[in-house]
């Protein structure tokens, strides 16, 4: 599809910024068919207890005055087969990001089997916050329709607003089967810009036009789309269509990269000039450092301790102190001010880097935590992190020193072992980034607990996180208080471990930029051990213990996804209750996955036979794995799982003696 438009350089700096209110998009119910009400049966999948008959989506860009807007107007109409179809269908969740967007003009009915019709009142409408499968959360728009019973039709429209953005991600595959899916869409007009299309993992039909300056296209049968545990991005493998505004004709990849990456550097090369000042604080940042690495290191620190980075959740300013930060021209007002957003921080350490006599480079990078990126594909929409490159001999070493909690060496897990275009004059290339090995993400786990003969458990609790299981926990502590903190764990706690009582919560370094984030705790678990008669059945495996297996499904739809590969260290030490001795020793199994890492286990007791000793290691290092072995993959993970809940016999020793 491609329609001829232009824009001002002015607005296309500003229009990702504007939220503007719209009104509702003026639309009817539509009739409704009899057919459908008497349909007794699913047409896209034949075991739904619910399918959408259509989803429309009205998408338009449009002028506001000298503003562009983006709006969305949505109506929705699904047939309830059956109780179960009720249950999982009736309560809708319309999501939203805050701050990102926003939900209005919610209408919604029940046509009844007898073709009685029951209006949603307004003030059955209400706001919460959903987590997904994915870990993500959404705000929502939620509501129950009401007098719902099989063989209803229920159906709901709702308009939603959100800034303007030269993409936008079309959904054609949704959590229930949809008989037809149907987008008009609407460009701005009056701008030199041409709006194109790239669909994934779908067919939909050809662009055609439509009625009030609108052009469709169109998906029939789209079968719901599954999520599960440990599968690659949503937008990966479900079906989707992605609109952007593009200049001038399509161009091949190899010349459209490498004229981008002249592009970037061009663009960032008046900003990395080096002056005195740069020299004089790179020099005292390196100090007595030696080696290349240990130079970076300390440049590294040096712009994460002593620069405020404005983006970051850890700096608490209020908008209206941002609103009076100036503007930083140079890295070398970064450096003088103290402060800069994510890109003056890069750049500056980069203009350190160089000052150090190092070639550094602003690289552009993809998210495999949003999609696999792929060169093929002749835009740098999928390319939108900046990180920076330095070279160090023949080969360039990279950095994320704008993300706090990224430890030297490291990139966000996101970014890791991904395709790198690091800019130049001459030869932009694609280097791949190195995948951190599992060692550098490890939990480390220490229990030291006492058995009580009634079965209740109680000790000490540390657990230390490194790497990217370290980032991943800082950046979802540093935007809570100490008692939201300590809630959170001590519900994961309680979690796993039923009546557990969960007390003396302790983090540390919690906002450092490179020590390990600490966990630790006391916990008093009732009934842990299994009391039968004179005898006692204990899991050595404290910290498995309530985790069922990884993969419960025998099919897969997926592919298996690991975000990166990770290490497990545990030590358990038990001491156990007077008069009891250890009566079963038999040790859990090693086992090995081959290249991907491996499993090992020790069972032991004390000299004095009072404590017992058990130590876990395990080492994963594979990231996907084709859904046509996950036959395979769960039989190892069920395995581990077994050896996981291997539990030992305590006796009381009154009964051993003769």
């Not at 890109?343 to 070639?359: H, I, K, S």
């Not at 039968?532 to 498995?544: E, H, I, N, S, Y």
Request: net charge neutral; proline share 6%.
């Amino acid at each position: 599809m491609e329609l001829n438009r232009s824009i001002t350089p002015l607005l296309l700096g500003v229009v990702c910024l504007i939220l503007i209110s719209i009104p509702a998009r003026a639309q009817q119910w539509k009739p409704i068919d009899p057919s459908h009400l008497a349909l007794k049966t699913p047409v896209v999948d034949k075991d739904a207890d619910a399918e959408a008959l259509f989803w429309e989506v009205y998408v338009k860009d449009e002028w506001d005055g000298s503003i562009p807007r983006k709006t969305f107007s949505h109506y929705v109409r699904i047939k309830i087969f059956n109780e179960r179809g009720i249950e999982k269908h009736s309560k809708i969740d319309i999501l939203y990001l805050d701050r990102k967007g926003n939900v209005r003009d919610i209408v919604a009915r029940t046509i009844k089997p007898d073709g009685t019709i029951v209006e949603l009142k307004k003030d059955a409408i209400f706001d919460r916050e959903i987590v997904r499968l994915s870990g993500f959360r959404f705000k929502a728009k939620s509501f129950a329709m009401p007098a719902v019973e099989p063989g209803s039709i229920i159906e709901y429209r709702w308009n939603e607003q959100r800034p303007f953005s030269f993409y936008t991600r079309l959904q054609f595959q949704r959590e229930i089967p949809v008989q037809m899916v149907k987008y008009y869409i609407k460009s701005l007009d009056k701008i030199d810009l041409t709006m194109r299309s790239i669909t994934f993992h779908a067919q939909p039909t050809p662009f055609a036009r439509d009625k009030d300056g609108f052009t469709s296209t169109s998906m029939s049968n789209v079968p719901a789309f599954q999520e599960e545990p440990r599968m690659p991005p949503e937008d990966q493998v479900r079906s989707w269509m992605l609109l952007y505004y593009s200049k001038g004709e399509k161009v091949v990849p190899e010349k459209y990269w490498k004229d981008h990456g002249k592009s970037v550097y061009e663009e960032n090369k008046g900003a990395m000039k080096v002056n005195d000042d740069i020299r004089k604080a790179a020099a005292t940042a390196i100090g007595d450092a030696s080696t290349p690495e240990q130079k970076l290191e300390r440049l590294l620190a040096f712009c994460r301790t002593q620069i405020k980075n404005v983006n970051d959740d850890t700096t608490t300013m209020s908008d209206e102190e941002r609103k009076k930060l100036k503007d930083n021209r140079s890295p070398a007002d970064t450096l003088k001010r103290g402060y800069g957003d994510s890109r003056d921080v890069d750049l500056l350490f980069a203009t350190l880097v160089a000052a150090a006599g190092f070639e550094s480079r602003i690289v552009s990078l993809p998210d495999r935590g949003d999609i696999f990126f792929d060169p093929r594909i002749a835009d740098d929409y999928f390319l939108h992190v900046n990180d920076v490159g330095v070279k160090v001999g023949e080969e360039w070493k990279f950095f994320d020193p704008s993300s706090r909690y990224v430890p030297p060496g490291m990139l966000r897990w996101q970014q890791e072992g991904q395709d790198a275009l690091v800019a130049d004059p001459k030869d932009p290339v694609f280097v791949k980034t190195p995948l951190s090995p599992a060692e550098k993400s490890k939990q480390k786990r220490t229990a030291t607990l006492r058995l009580s003969e009634d079965g209740t458990l109680e000790g000490e609790v540390q657990i230390e996180y490194s790497g990217h299981f370290a980032v991943d926990k800082k950046e979802d502590y540093d935007e809570e208080s100490a008692s939201e903190r300590e809630e959170e764990i001590r519900k994961s706690v309680k979690s796993r471990l039923g009546g557990a009582e969960v007390s003396d919560i302790k983090l540390e370094n919690v906002t450092d930029p490179f020590k390990p984030l600490i966990c630790s705790f006391k916990i008093s678990v009732p009934g842990y051990a299994e009391r039968t008669g004179k005898r006692l059945f204990v899991q050595p495996a404290f910290f498995q213990r309530g985790i069922g297996p990884l993969f419960p499904t025998s099919t897969r739809q997926h592919d298996v996804y690991f975000h990166f590969p990770w290490t497990e260290e545990d030590s358990v030490t038990i001491d156990l209750p007077d008069g009891f001795a250890l009566d079963n020793a038999e040790a859990p199994h090693p086992l090995t996955f081959g290249a991907a890492g491996k499993y090992d286990v020790s069972l032991g007791i004390t000299t004095d036979k009072k404590t017992l000793i058990y130590k876990r290691n395990l080492k994963f290092s594979g990231l996907i794995f084709p859904k046509n072995i996950y036959p395979d993959l769960k039989k190892v993970f069920d395995a581990m799982h077994q050896e996981d809940n291997h539990t030992v016999t305590l006796k009381h020793e009154t009964i051993t003696k003769k």
